[in-house]
């Protein structure tokens, strides 16, 4: 069985309340259950935190032994050199994800420390992101 995690960061705790005319108005534990329903031969956790250290420490714990990692860094992506570093430290390949098309946002969210690490991005398909990067790795 495929061991993957999606990995959330700041602010996405809030979705299906944070401006769901970009990041929908389905909440993630809605989507995840959905996922899982969908997914039943793959191990499936989740992990959320706004606290870029903690971000870095659960690359850390899952990085050596996970088969997958699906990293929506949010704000850090454009910001985290640490997390970059993480993602080049670490075995397990990270597929990148965005629900929004970054690239037609604000030139500042053109910019990501994740993206030259990661194995691909998929940007977007909304919530749709996370469920192409779990088949990538199927
Ligand atoms: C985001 C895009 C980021 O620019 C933003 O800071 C987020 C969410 C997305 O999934 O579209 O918080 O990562």
Not at 54 to 61: N, Q, S, T, V
Not at 72 to 78: D, K, P, R, S, V
Not at 89 to 111: K, L
């Amino acid at each position: 069985m495929k061991k993957l995690i999606i990995i959330n960061g700041p602010n996405l705790n809030l979705l299906g309340k944070r401006e769901p005319n970009i990041y929908g108005s389905l909440s993630f534990t809605e989507f995840l259950d959905e996922v899982k329903e969908k997914y039943p031969e793959v191990h499936l956790e989740y992990f959320q935190s706004n606290i870029e250290g903690e971000l870095i420490d659960k690359l850390h714990d899952v990085g050596f032994s996970y088969d997958g990692v699906i990293l929506n860094a949010a704000a850090y992506t454009h910001t985290s050199v640490g997390i970059g570093d993480a993602i080049k430290g670490i075995e397990t390949p990270v597929v990148e994800v965005h629900i929004s098309n970054t690239f037609a946002r604000e030139e500042f969210r053109h910019q990501s420390f994740i993206s030259p690490n990661a194995k691909g991005v998929i940007l977007g398909f909304g919530l749709q992101s996370y469920e192409l990067a779990i088949q990538s790795f199927l």
